[in-house]
């Protein structure tokens, strides 16, 4: 059974796909990620609305930074692998990011690039990026274990 987040906010397209399919799922408190399966309890999801989010988490000296860098710790010593799954963008891959700009900041690319990969090699985050209305489909598909694609697509990372 999908187990989502209580405090997950904006996920009605993806409530509308488990509504559609006649998914079950359960709204509980997570303490890694927003989203995760009963019977695969090693791998959660976290989604992000867009890279603006996503820089937002990583800026130091604001508050959700730290927030963030607990349940990614957190996340590395219960081993539980973390998928960060980003909405709302153009990438596909990693190397993509290099190329963003922020609309909202004077945050680049190439700065939330290297931040996206020093996370990845201190803590084993995987990040995933998709549009808002694949958003549900992507989910199952990571949570069922589809991470040989990440590798691939991001084998020089």
């Known amino acids: 059974m999908l187990i989502v ?3 997950e906010k904006k996920w009605k397209h993806i409530e ?5 399919h006649n998914i079950e799922y359960k709204i509980q408190k997570l303490d890694i990620g927003d989203y995760m399966l009963t019977e695969l309890p090693n791998i959660c999801i976290d989604r992000k609305a867009n890279l603006d989010e996503i820089s937002h988490n990583l800026m130091s000296g604001k508050g959700n930074y730290h927030r963030f860098l607990k349940e990614v710790k957190r996340a590395k010593s219960s081993g539980v692998h973390l998928v960060i799954l980003i909405e709302g ?3 596909i891959s990693m190397e993509d ?8 900041s004077s945050i680049t690319g190439g700065w939330l690039y290297t931040q996206m990969k020093n996370l990845y090699y201190a803590f084993g985050v995987e990040w995933r990026f998709c549009k808002s209305n694949q958003t549900a489909k992507e989910i199952f598909k990571i949570l069922k274990g589809d991470h040989e694609g990440w590798m691939r697509t991001n084998r020089n990372f």
């Open 97 to 104: 990011v290099k190329q963003w700009q922020s609309k909202h």
């Open 5 to 7: 987040d209580s405090r």
């Open 16 to 20: 509308n796909y488990l509504w559609t």
């Open 89 to 91: 963008t153009n990438c």
